[in-house]
């Protein structure tokens, strides 16, 4: 029976919905294929589900909607428990030189061969829709589709990890992502928890360090390293094994961003990693790394003042220097990010004949732990089958059937050993090719236990504090200082400076100072004594490892009507030289009116293009303009935090007017007067040192106790 308002006029609804239909087909127009259902019907309508009348009940016969609808809702596969957000890109790998003598794998056999590969980079502790900026580890992995199957190097940007066997990483992971009872905070290890665990687990020490290191804000993915953490083994076509550690060193050099700048970019570009590696990529400037090898034998094993198969400890490069034996570029992005950086299914035990394992418990850990998550994942056993996954090289088995089999094997025979004979018979082991373990010899009782310098916890922690430059070693500081202020209780707090006086005593007193901990813990009681004769390894510095130029970075040029078109013409053809990019940032994106009359177009509004997004800066409006953009607390905040982030600023005469309401004297070295076009070249050229660190030393010093002293005025008080 019609309702009382089904009476309204009929004509008056399907009108509306033809009117719908003409407009989709106005805007999809030309010659484009049928929209279809996933049997391939094509569909008429995809604006209005079936219905009895015009305003009565849907029908359970709209196989189209209940389709679309059921598709929908299955949409999304399980996030992975740890590195859920990530960015991957397609490339290659490039083989400087044949290393047959230390290898059979067939990705080194060839020079300048090139191997196919997917590299996916990703945050560890935060869920899928979390900011790019935190301060995290990075994952780097690596999957190179080469001729004997697919090798994952499934590394990280830090060379050493938090715990040393896995039957710690569930503990680990449970610690550092949110809290279960409240469900923050997310992508972040300024909590509790985390360092609740990691003051009570002190082989974590080493790697405390550098995450509290600007490691963990890299300024880009491309400007990251990579590490493979793990001792491997490579193994040549007589059987002998060279033990070897994986290093990825980027061919833009490294940078990092300031804390401060950090937090920022997370509000102003929560996807700044994504966007730039994406951006870098559809411009042509492909993202590069060198595959490093540092290769030893037992004898240095044995040697070695720390274990290596303890994967809290690296090997530094002044000890065995890194060989250089390939090229890794990134130089398409992905058709679909779904089908292939969320798909793609990276597992440590894909290795190829010529590469082994070692018995580092971590490893062996994840040997084991990375099929059980792709099944959970992506839904069963044929995830290979997914184009992402499968290896680009010929392959035959007779692994059969399992949900969404879509290359079961052909023909009637489906075992092994078959006598089917010939091509009938299927494939067949192959003892030449095949990869065979390496033999090495095992003995023991079954035991849970640890090597004895696995209980090494605060020596290469303190190396590695040691080798950073005093700004570094300043921003170490105030990490620590920025993650224990998020904790609630102190004897969370007092425990890791117990055991970072025995890192470094100024480093814990420092710490502590910054806390307003009056009186001292005592130092953790060390499993074994640290070493105190640890040199510095330079290596494992940023700063004193600097990019050869300005390469890969980007200018931000704020600029209004009136702007000398001679000078941005210039600024622009020395950056591009330089391999930079420039990109102006106006009071309108719209953008301005430059000195010649011409309109020039904006990439940001002032509003929504802050300094954080820039490696430098160049203040460049007309006199006009400045005046204009001095009474903005946007342009205000530009050059205030370009000054506070140590970035090169270049400035002509008419901004003083804003440096003056900022309240910033343009007097240090780190800013650039730009008198004409004649003065661009120089300014880019400074750049390179992409930060001007001595205004850092000039600003204020940080509020903090010192020690006896506080204890005295609290009493008094
Ligand atoms: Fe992972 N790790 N991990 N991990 N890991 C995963 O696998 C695991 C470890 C790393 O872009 C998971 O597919 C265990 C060290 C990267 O898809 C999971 C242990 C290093 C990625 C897993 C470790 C890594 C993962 C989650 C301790 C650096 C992302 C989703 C024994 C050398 C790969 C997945 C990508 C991902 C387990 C420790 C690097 C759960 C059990 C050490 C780069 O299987």
Not at 68 to 77: L, P, Q, S, V
Not at 211 to 227: A, C, K, Q, Y
Not at 242 to 255: A, D, E, I, L, S
Not at 556 to 584: H, I, P
Request: proline share 7%; net charge neutral; aromatic share 10%.
């Amino acid at each position: 029976m019609p309702g009382p308002r089904s009476s309204k006029p009929a004509n008056e609804t399907s009108q509306r919905s033809r009117g719908m239909r003409g407009e989709i087909h106005q805007i999809s127009g030309g010659d484009v294929p049928a929209l279809t259902t996933q049997q391939g019907m094509p569909v008429a309508d995809d604006q209005n589900s079936l219905r009895i009348g015009v305003r009565g009940p849907v029908l359970l016969e709209d196989a189209h909607l209940r389709e679309k609808i059921f598709h929908f809702d299955h949409e999304r596969i399980p996030e992975r428990v740890v590195h859920a957000r990530g960015f991957g890109a397609h490339g290659f790998f490039e083989t400087y030189e044949p290393l047959t003598e230390i290898t059979r794998a067939d990705i080194f056999a060839r020079r300048g061969e090139r191997t196919p590969a997917f590299a996916r980079f990703s945050t560890v502790v935060g869920n899928k829709g979390s900011p790019d900026l935190a301060r995290d580890v990075r994952g780097f992995a690596v999957k190179l589709y080469t001729k004997e199957g697919n090798w994952d190097i499934v590394g990280n940007n830090i060379p050493v990890f938090f715990i040393q066997d896995a039957i710690k990483f569930p503990d680990l992971v449970h610690a550092a992502k949110q809290e279960p009872d409240r469900g923050f905070p997310q992508a972040a290890t300024a909590h509790d928890n985390f360092w609740d665990f990691a003051s009570l687990t002190p082989e974590s020490t080493h790697m405390l360090m550098w995450i509290m290191s600007d490691r963990t804000i890299p300024r880009s993915l491309r400007f990251m390293e990579g590490f493979g953490v793990h001792t491997f083994r490579l193994i040549n076509a007589e059987g002998r094994s060279t033990f070897v550690k994986f290093h990825w060193k980027p061919k833009r050099g490294m940078q990092s961003v300031v804390w401060d700048e950090a937090v920022k970019l997370n509000g102003a570009d929560a996807d700044f990693h994504r966007r730039d590696m994406w951006a870098a990529i559809q411009a042509g400037d492909f993202p590069e790394w060198e595959l490093g090898l540092q290769l030893f034998d037992d004898a240095f094993a044995e040697s070695f003042e720390f274990d290596v198969l303890d994967a809290t400890k690296l090997i530094p490069e002044e000890l065995v220097p890194i060989r250089r034996v390939g090229r890794l570029v990134l130089d398409r992005v992905v058709d679909n990010f779904f089908a292939e950086t969320e798909q793609v299914a990276f597992m440590t035990q894909n290795i190829v004949p010529g590469v082994d394992f070692t018995n580092d418990p971590l490893l062996q850990g994840r040997n084991f732990s990375y099929l059980d998550t792709q099944l959970k994942r992506l839904g069963g056993p044929n995830f290979v089958h997914l184009p992402i996954n499968a290896p680009k090289c010929p392959f035959a088995h007779f692994q059969q059937d399992g949900h969404m089999a879509f290359r079961n094997p052909k023909g009637r025979v489906n075992y092994e050993p078959n006598s089917w004979g010939g091509a009938a018979g299927g494939p067949r082991e192959s003892p030449q090719h095949g990869f065979i373990t390496y033999p090495a010899e095992e003995a023991g009782g079954k035991l849970r236990v640890r090597p004895e310098l696995f209980a090494d916890h605060f020596s290469q922690a303190r190396q590695f504090y040691i080798s950073q430059t005093e700004v570094e070693q300043h921003h170490i500081r105030d990490a620590f200082a920025f993650e224990l202020g998020k904790v609630e209780v102190s004897a969370i707090r007092l425990r890791v400076i117990g055991l970072l006086l025995n890192v470094d005593a100024e480093l814990g007193t420092a710490v502590a100072g910054r806390l307003g901990i009056v009186a001292l813990p005592p130092a953790a009681e060390p499993a074994r004594a640290p070493r105190t004769d640890m040199r510095p390894s330079p290596s494992l510095s940023l700063l004193s490892n600097p990019p050869l130029n300005f390469g890969g970075r980007k200018v931000g040029a704020l600029v209004t009507d009136g702007s000398d078109a001679l000078l941005l013409k210039a600024l622009r053809a020395e950056l591009e030289a330089e391999g930079a990019t420039l990109e102006l940032v106006a009071p309108l994106i719209t953008g301005i009116v430059a000195s010649d009359g011409r309109l020039v177009a904006a990439h940001h509004a002032l509003v929504a293009g802050p300094s954080v997004l820039f490696d430098a800066v160049a203040v460049l409006p007309s006199v006009a303009g400045a005046a204009e953009l001095a009474l903005l607390s946007a342009a205000r905040s530009f050059v205030a935090d370009a000054f506070a982030h140590c970035k090169f600023i270049a400035h002509v005469e008419a901004a003083d007017v804003i440096f003056d309401k900022a309240g910033i004297s343009t007097s240090d070295g780190g800013c650039f007067a730009l008198r004409g076009a004649a003065d661009a070249g120089p300014f880019v050229a400074r750049c390179r040192a992409l930060r001007f660190w001595e205004r850092e030393s000039a600003l204020a010093p940080p509020p903090t106790v010192s020690n006896g002293r506080a204890a005295r005025d609290r009493k008094r008080a």
